[in-house]
Nanobody, 124 residues
Framework: QVQLVESGGGLVQAGDSLRLSCSASGRTLSLYGMGWFRQVPGKEREFVAAISRAARYIIADSVKGRFTISRDNGKNTVDLQMNSLKPEDTAVYYC??????????????????WGQGTQVTVSS
């Protein structure tokens, strides 16, 4: 069993930055593909960013140029740096693990493990 824990969420103003981190106990995250998704009430979970084992990444068009995904192998985390935040970025953000991970994927069904989520609220 894999337990993923997200951290770094909070309440910020439009234009601010936040850095989310995803950690896992007992697992080396660099061995897996990892993704970040977000969800608002009443809507489907939405892809944000993903990174493969080889550190290749993809970013959703809606956040491209503002968000980046990276690994900190020393800390065993996968981070989502969010800059120039907008009110429409408000959501619960989830990290997820893909045991395959040879390519970064935006498909929710490819991810076997999910964290509990962290709330990000951007005020206008």
């Amino acid at each position: 069993q894999v337990q993923l824990v997200e951290s770094g969420g909070g309440l910020v103003q439009a234009g601010d930055s936040l850095r989310l981190s995803c950690s896992a106990s007992g697992r080396t995250l660099s061995l897996y593909g990892m993704g970040w998704f977000r969800q608002v009430p009443g809507k489907e979970r939405e892809f944000v960013a993903a990174i493969s084992r080889a550190a290749r990444y993809i970013i959703a068009d809606s956040v491209k140029g503002r968000f980046t995904i990276s690994r900190d192998n020393g800390k065993n985390t996968v981070d989502l740096q969010m800059n120039s935040l907008k009110p429409e970025d408000t959501a619960v953000y989830y990290c997820a693990l893909d045991r395959g991970g040879w390519s970064a994927t935006m498909s929710l069904s490819e991810y076997e493990y999910w964290g509990q989520g962290t709330q990000v609220t951007v005020s206008s």
